[in-house]
């Protein structure tokens, strides 16, 4: 490591540096060893587990068959002994049928015709079942209606991000995860950065006071445009708009929402705080289909002088980027796994394993995918509730607040937004016509925003 100023990762680290799989212990275990920086700051460094401990068998259900949900029950699979998934629910019966090829194909998972739910109200079905888990992948606007669902139920919940695409729906989200945390439920949410041992070692580093207070940030997911379906012959509006849910903003809230909330979460939870007002612009250019934008430039205030830069962006053929980084007054941080003193030089590093011919690597030891469903079964079975779904609402309420600030070209506040009535979408979910006005947002005039 060069630079005078760089101080070796092992003694920075010292005692409370080992971030390995104790299998003994429990997620909310922590080494009893603490480091303490400059300002006389303890923070104690966090265990994880490799795989869940074993106990009774817990049998989950997936609610939206899609990639996502597809591999979020890959994922729950992966995350310890006697697990099973035994029911499927999608609105589309050929979604649900590929999902159901794929388990049995690769995870030798039979699901029972009688545990296949289709339709609009299918989700209900696999509820009442006799399911201990349900996973929740569909599009989120459904999500709100969805975990209200479960935990009327009783039902224990791993929950995609986003939360929800309007306000009315984060109200939804926080309260359910309220009545959650009074029975004990867990819920542990898609935001799986929270989860990957880097990401939790280097904010702990952050807590500890490496870069001292922080001034600034920013945050940026740039990529190609994902994925779009043209319309088929013979499908109504809804299900046109349903299949083609990545476009439609009713859907999933817009880019801004559906993939920046990782890293707008990121600086969320580094500053421990929700910023208080938005400020931003954006435009569409390329898109194909659906109502969305192209790109996004938001400023985020979160008060005392901070800012953070959130930028997000769909269009082929430009440089793509994905990350976050946070300012301090005694260095800076790309958040992931490096710490930075003033001058560029490096002050730590997150140490990843090495391969299996004692090579470093690059990624850390469980697929941060599978250590949240570690996490969340941990928690089940050790009966020490974890609850992630307020702190996704609130990640995916600033985001809410980014987009609608860029929409309407006006400065918006959190107080404000958190009250708003707006609620996306149509009234109510049938195959066919679908009565709602579908435009792209023009900032500065009667059909910005929603």
Known sequence: MEGSKSVSRRKFLGAAGAIGAVGSLSIGSVLTSCSADKKGK????????????????????????????????????????????VALADVFDDQLQMCRQKLK????????????????????????????????????????????ACVQAKKHVFMEKPAAVDPVGIRSIIGSAKKAEAIGLCIVAGTQRRHERNYLETRRQVQMGAIGNPIAAN?????????????????????????????FRWLCGDHFLDTHVHNIDIINWFTGKQPISALGGGARH?????????FFSVDFYYGEGL???????????????TAEHLIGTEGYTNCKDTIYNPDGSIMWQYEYPEDANGNPTTT??????????????????????INEAEQLALSTMTAIMGREAAYTGQLLNWDAMMKSNMRMGPKEYV??????????PVPGTAHGGN
């Open 219 to 247: 945050a940026y997911w740039l990529q190609n445009h994902v994925w779009y379906k043209s319309r088929q012959e013979g499908w109504s509006d809804m299900e046109y708009m349903v299949r083609n849910w990545n476009n």
């Open 364 to 385: 850390v030891s469980v697929s941060p995918y599978v250590q949240e469903h570690i996490d969340l079964i941990t928690a089940i079975r050790n009966h020490e509730p």
């Open 42 to 85: 303890n923070v104690a460094a966090i265990d994880k587990l490799d795989q869940a401990p074993d106990g009774k068998l817990l049998k989950a259900g997936l609610v939206g068959c899609g990639n996502r949900g597809t591999g979020a029950a890959f994922n729950f699979l992966d995350a310890g002994p006697n697990l099973q998934i």
């Open 105 to 148: 194909n690769q995870k030798q998972v039979d699901i029972s015709d009688n545990r296949c739910y289709t339709g609009f109200d299918g989700f209900k079905k696999l509820i009442e079942s006799d399911v201990d888990i349900v996973l929740l992948a569909t599009p989120p606007h459904f999500r709100p209606e969805h975990l209200e």
């Open 431 to 440: 195959m066919g016509p679908v009565d709602m006005e579908i435009k792209t």
């Open 307 to 321: 800012h953070s830069h959130s930028m997000s962006r769909q269009i082929d053929n430009c440089a793509n980027a």
């Open 286 to 294: 390329r898109r194909l289909t659906g109502d969305q934008w192209d």
